[in-house]
């Protein structure tokens, strides 16, 4: 398995980890096909990707035979297969560690993504609105901003894990820029201001815009 090899990622650009695996791609020029999976249309159902994903989620990487599912999973072997001596996965081991840490918690149930998917889907998805739910999901996405800003933040480091980007600031920061997206008229981060200064660097990294394109034409997402 080369470094030249053409990696396809399955991936939903209304999917959050899934932008974030698309933005290592992008970022690092990882030399890569782009195989969209319209999750609307049962695109992730099908037998042919559950030989690529047993789990029928995005986002997913395909490598000659090699197969991986789940975003943190994919990003770390990307960045030690395509970002070996850059800082993507840090040499030092205890930075590696707080970017381990990180996607640990990110990816669990008490972690930024399920409380960004908590916020989105009845926000989103419901066939009827439900604003009483909405209002507590909203409270356990900014508890999960607490945790950003309390713990992994509070070394005042740039990034999250230390002062340069990681592959953990890769997969904050669609979560983060997803209800940012679906909820602009309200939502702010005033009361969580290392986690603002932190989104602002992320937004004005290369590809911000293009990896949430989709997104930002439709604020009612449909797939």
Request: charged share 20%; with cysteine; aromatic share 12%.
């Amino acid at each position: 398995m080369s470094n030249s090899e053409v990696v396809e990622i399955f991936v939903s650009p209304f999917s959050q980890p899934a932008r974030a695996v698309w933005w290592f791609c992008k970022l690092q020029n990882v030399p890569h096909e782009f195989k969209p999976i319209q999750l609307g249309q049962g695109d992730h159902k099908t037998a042919e990707y559950k030989a690529i994903n047993y789990f029928q989620r995005v986002p997913a990487l395909r490598c000659g035979s090699f197969t991986l599912s789940e975003s943190g999973a994919i990003l770390t072997f990307l960045s030690r297969k395509y970002g070996a001596g850059t800082d993507w996965w840090p040499e030092d081991l205890e930075v590696a560690g707080r970017v381990a840490e990180y996607i640990a918690w990110h990816c669990g149930a008490a972690g930024l993504q399920a409380a960004g998917v908590g916020w989105v889907f009845p926000s989103v998805f419901a066939s009827q609105r439900d604003d009483a739910l909405i209002a507590d999901r909203r409270v356990d996405f900014h508890k999960a901003l607490d945790v950003l800003e309390q713990y992994f933040l509070a070394r005042n480091t740039a990034y999250i894990a230390t002062e340069h980007l990681t592959v953990a600031d890769l997969l904050a920061a669609p979560e983060v820029a997803q209800i940012h997206m679906i909820d602009d008229a309200t939502f702010t981060l005033d009361k969580h201001p290392k986690v603002k200064a932190w989104f602002e660097r992320m937004r004005a990294l290369p590809d911000y815009q293009s990896i949430h394109e989709q997104v930002l034409q439709r604020k009612k997402i449909d797939f």
